[in-house]
């Protein structure tokens, strides 16, 4: 009975995810980058940065710049996937998407005073890259999220760890436990005291 | 387990236990259970200091996501910085140029020496093969989780341990067709055609196999990369994979 459920389950997946596969490769990348999918977000990194460091390049800013917007650009499009915000029209849509995140905030990082003051900014740059912006989700709580992500980043490391496997690789408690050599049980304790860790790190600081 | 009752307790905002972190983090995957979600949005409506505790939590959730994904990207960053640094600057590049052209031209000597000794069966697999693409992995469904796992290692070129993986989960479901698909098409992909064949073979047993158009395709690659054109020719008129009509015309030739 088991068997026959899995191999039943196998294949359906296999027409879903095959058709899928086969229609839209749009929604699929959106899917696997909301998931984390590690080979999707590399592939999806890797392939659109150098046309934003041309962009970057070409309206009077650096390597360093082109870096930065592009990484901030990157986690906008992540968190407006993850919150539902973003509809596919076309097979490349995605990847435009991005373009025009990283385009509208450049425009904002030229137009900002201490970037005029610091590099000699024409107003032809500032014509050839106006256009509409893309609404790009400005958290209200963004400062408290900015003392998590800072707890966080220097949390020590086998808490770090282990809470990005859970929360950010998505795998599961019995993997993780696998991986630990350890009890599932005991990992979802550690889990949970590595939670109030982070979380005791975080009220402290807003304190 | 998480009763809808331990929801009183939440109201302070610096002790938060064990199943109440569990049931905000199924609350945010969506896989809590219809009458649990009832009790919980409803004293979200009401309750505002348990509101304020689960956007904490949300708000630790969403931190610890995007500080990983942050640090993730300098990792991947380092790769692009290497891809740019091989590139080298123009003036190196225009020097080396002629070196270039000369070691391109002995490859492609060597590379069509070695390409035009194959026997016409060899040539014409590697002219056709391209290991499947295989499933996409979102990770998201735990209960094929070793599958998926496995089908990670074969999307990365790792052959070998994807085998492996699929191995172990074979010995449970040793008539399971999209399993027998993945194990065939790895250990094509891997080199070794005899093995892939026993696999693909039982994979198309089934009639209603949902790839079996792709298996009878990578049957008929395996057979005539074995130098059997006369068997590969026959899968290949099962397939309705579109090379296929093609590597017919090309058989009969």
Not at chain 1, 7 to 36: D, G, P, W, Y
């Amino acid at each position: 009975m088991l068997k026959f459920e899995i191999v039943v389950s196998f294949s359906c997946l296999a027409i879903n995810m095959r058709e899928a596969h086969k229609t839209n490769t749009q929604l699929q990348l959106i899917e696997a980058i909301k998931a984390n999918d590690q080979i999707a977000l590399k592939q999806f990194y890797m392939s659109n940065y150098h046309k934003i460091e041309a962009l970057v390049l070409k309206n009077s800013g650096s390597i360093d710049h082109a870096k930065d917007l592009y990484q901030d650009s990157f986690i906008a499009v992540w968190k407006n996937l993850k919150a539902n915000k973003f509809e596919p029209k076309n097979e490349t849509a995605l990847q435009g998407y991005l373009y025009q995140i990283a385009k509208n905030k450049w425009m904002d990082t030229l137009r900002s005073r201490t970037f005029k003051k610091t590099n000699g900014l024409t107003d032809e740059t500032l014509a050839k890259l106006k256009e509409k912006p893309v609404d790009d989700e400005i958290d209200t709580n963004e400062s408290d999220l900015n003392t998590t992500m800072n707890a966080f980043k220097n949390l020590g490391q086998p808490c770090k760890q282990l809470l990005t496997n859970f929360y950010y690789e998505k795998k599961s408690l019995r993997v993780i436990a696998s991986e630990l050599q350890l009890e599932e049980a005991s990992v979802r304790n550690k889990k949970y005291r590595c939670m109030e860790k982070l979380r005791n790190i975080v009220l402290s600081s807003k304190s | 387990m998480y009763y809808p009752q331990n929801l009183k307790k939440l109201n302070t905002n610096s002790n938060i236990s064990q199943e109440q972190l569990e049931a905000v983090e199924r609350y945010i995957n969506g896989t809590m259970a219809d009458a649990e979600l009832k009790t919980f949005t409803a004293k979200l409506d009401t309750d505002s200091e348990f509101r304020t505790q689960v956007n904490d939590i949300k708000t630790l959730l969403t931190g610890i996501e995007e500080q990983s994904l942050k640090e993730q990207l300098d990792e991947f960053h380092k790769d692009i910085k290497k891809q740019s640094s091989n590139k080298g600057s123009a003036k190196v590049r225009y020097l080396q140029f002629r070196k270039l052209v000369a070691a391109a031209a002995i490859i492609m000597a060597l590379g069509s020496f070695w390409f035009f000794n194959q026997n016409p069966n060899e040539r014409l697999y590697s002219k056709y093969f391209t290991p499947d693409p295989g499933l996409p992995t979102t990770m998201s469904n735990s209960t094929n989780f070793e599958f998926y796992d496995a089908m990670v290692n074969y999307k990365q070129g790792d052959y070998k341990t994807a085998i492996k993986k699929w191995q172990r989960l074979s010995a449970n479901t040793p008539n399971n067709d999209t399993l027998n698909y993945f194990l065939g098409v790895a250990h094509l992909a891997n080199k070794n055609e005899n093995v892939a064949i026993e696999f693909l073979e039982k994979s198309v047993q089934n009639d209603n196999f949902s790839l079996i158009d792709d298996a009878y395709y990578y049957l008929g690659l395996s057979y005539l990369k074995e130098g059997d054109a006369e068997l590969a020719k026959t899968y290949f008129k099962k397939s309705s994979v579109e090379h296929s009509q093609a590597l017919i015309s090309e058989l009969e030739d």
